[in-house]
């Protein structure tokens, strides 16, 4: 949907890798910015956890004058924070350069304080490489034209879970023969 923005990533990723390493370095971790920055705006941005988990508070707490009641279930409106114009001058755009303007921005998608995602680090590593690897292996062609909207783009509006429109795209491997000698010697880690 966004060649301008693979085209971007492919170069920052190439600095490291060349096409004839279409792996890349399982190792690599958030060494390319670029990437980081893509991840991080794709997670802001498709928050896939709108709402994410329903709390119950275990005491009553006054919050802005008003009591919340012990047992009151509280959704964290996360979607709505991603979206904050109070943090993000442009929020409805898509644009992965904002993470260098602001890299102390905060990201709501695996919720706050300290019952947030306890995988938060683990997902971060396996987005990073499977951005590096998918990217630096394939150029992604657009087939139909989709709705990428993250709410009118969403399969299931009322979903718990954000996920979009099913769609096709063209994976058109970069060096073919280096990617299938990669897959050859390819073992996966136990
Ligand atoms: C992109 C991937 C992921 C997203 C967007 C995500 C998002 C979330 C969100 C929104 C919560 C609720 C936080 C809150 O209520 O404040 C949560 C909780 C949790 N997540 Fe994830 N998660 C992801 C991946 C993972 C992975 C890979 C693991 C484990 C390997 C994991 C384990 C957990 C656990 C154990 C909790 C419950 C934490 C608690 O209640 O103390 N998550 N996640």
Known sequence: QRPDIQDTALKAIQKTYGTDEPLCDAEDDQQCE????????????????RLALPRVSVKD?????IRIPKGTVIFLNAWACNMDPKVWQDPEVFRPER??????AP???????????AGSL??????????IRLLNSFRIEKVDDVDVHPVRG????TSLVSMPQRYRARFVPRNGNALRNALDKFVAVN
Not at 99 to 104: L, Q
């Open 34 to 49: 670029y990437i980081v920055a893509l991840v991080r705006e794709c997670l802001r941005y498709y928050t896939v956890l």
């Open 107 to 117: 990201m709501f998608t695996y919720g706050m304080g300290y019952r947030m995602c």
């Open 122 to 131: 683990l997902a971060n590593r396996e987005l990073y490489l499977t951005f």
């Open 61 to 65: 707490v006054v919050y802005e004058g």
């Open 154 to 157: 969403n399969m299931d509006p």
């Open 99 to 104: 993470w260098f303007e602001h890299e102390d």
